[in-house]
């Protein structure tokens, strides 16, 4: 019988699928940061399955990588990874050298400095920020304000399960959302608006 896969230990992330399965990457020990758990992940790469192979991909507040690494491990196209913290960027890079990641890009950045400037569109989008610290629905008018967004993306959204109202743009619709423990998770898929409909059956009068 095949051993199953290690869990990961205190400072480490594994990769659960793809090519990657089963490699353990470091984490710095920093205040705050919070991987998403192998359950969780398990859950989305599982709904992201139709879509993630080529995918364009960002991730938001890519602290441990591990969104962006396993979405990578399935084959994304490309994944930009934003961190704001020094030495956590430093060990994403490091991370993505380990795995030989050349379409990982990791940018030292405040991420809601990055994402007001004008974008360019990406498929799948993830956001998992800091708790209690009021940056997801800057975050969520942004990505539909700059042309982040491509006309039919995936946005992962993970808040506590407490959180207060999202702020959530006319154009998404939720498609599946679960709670484990203390965190929510959800995901939308942005579709045209109506007036873009309108406009299309304006045209062909």
Known sequence: MAKKNAPAQAGQIRIIGGQWRGRKLPVPDSPGLRPTTDRVRETLFNWLAPVIQQARCLDGFAGSGALGFEALSRYAAHVTLLENERRIARQLEQNAVLLKANNARIINTNTLNWLAQTGEPYDVVFLDPPFRRDLLNQTLRLLEQQGWLAPEAWIYVETEAENGELE??????????????????????????????????????
């Open 168 to 205: 959530i743009p006319v154009t998404w619709t939720l498609h599946r959302e679960k709670v484990a423990g203390q965190v929510a998770y959800r995901l939308y898929i942005r579709q045209a608006t109506p007036t873009q409909h309108e406009e299309a059956d304006d045209d062909l009068d």
